[in-house]
């Protein structure tokens, strides 16, 4: 199975909204509710933002939401702040055979 | 708190096996499943395996072959092998904590650990 796609880059100024897709297949993102969002600032273990599509973690801020439709899975980021600047990961399970795929990253940048 | 900390040899020639641990401590490595996930220097993360402590496992098809992984319920560790290693193996490798059983979401991690291989 391929990766997940993510755009390589996205932007957006303080206090806007920014979403990053992640597209897959019929089998993994469109087949079950369980995508995954990590954030990764360099030099550091991913961390968990989202959960099964739109369900946060503890901690989270609510700035960050996620959704779905069809075989695209999408992480909204709103109110951008400069401490948002990292890579941003997605994740699918893909069934039995394969349990997490990812996707290949997005950098997202706060001009 | 949940904490995991990788540990093992940081260079590993070509040819030979990759073995690092994973210590589990603050919860029961019985109450989760455990993976292994891999990130090349400057790419994107990679899914290697999970382990339950029953034995159960599930592998990354295109690693399957040359993965073993395994637990220790006495000393709260489990382990991940890799066998054949090129340079295409070089990478930081998390531990992390499945947050559900069948669910691709990681809510715990290790601080990672690199390794390179090299003659």
């Known amino acids: 199975q391929s990766a997940l796609t993510q755009p390589p880059s996205a932007s957006g100024s303080p206090g806007q909204s920014v979403t990053i897709s992640c597209t897959g297949t019929?089998?993994?993102?469109?087949?079950?509710?369980?995508v995954s969002w990590y954030q990764q600032y360099p030099g550091k273990a991913p961390k968990l933002m989202i959960y099964e599509v739109n369900k946060r973690p503890s901690g989270v801020p609510d700035r960050f939401s996620g959704s779905k439709s069809g075989n695209t899975a999408s992480l909204t980021v709103s109110g951008l702040q400069a401490e948002d600047e990292a890579d941003y990961y997605c994740?699918?399970?893909?069934?039995?055979?394969?349990?997490?795929?990812f996707g290949g990253g997005t950098k997202l940048t706060v001009l | 708190q949940v904490q995991l900390q990788e540990s093992g040899p940081g260079l590993v020639k070509p040819s030979e096996t990759l073995s690092l641990t994973c210590t589990v401590s603050?919860?029961?490595?019985?109450?989760?499943?455990w993976s292994w996930i891999r990130q090349p220097p400057g790419k994107g993360l990679e899914w290697i395996g999970c382990i339950y402590f029953t034995g159960s496992i599930n592998y990354n098809p295109s690693l399957r072959s040359r993965v073993n992984l395994s637990v220790d319920t006495s000393k709260n560790q489990f382990s991940l092998k890799l066998l054949s290693v090129t340079a295409a193996d070089t990478a930081v490798y998390y531990c992390?904590?499945?947050?559900?059983?069948?669910?691709?979401?990681?809510?715990?991690w290790g601080q990672g650990t690199l390794v390179t291989v090299s003659s």
């Open positions: 603050g919860v029961s490595i019985r109450s989760h499943y």
């Open positions: 992390a904590r499945h947050l559900k059983v069948g669910d691709s979401s990681f809510d715990y």
């Open positions: 019929s089998s993994d993102v469109g087949a079950y509710n369980y």
């Open positions: 994740t699918s399970y893909a069934g039995s055979n394969n349990w997490a795929l």
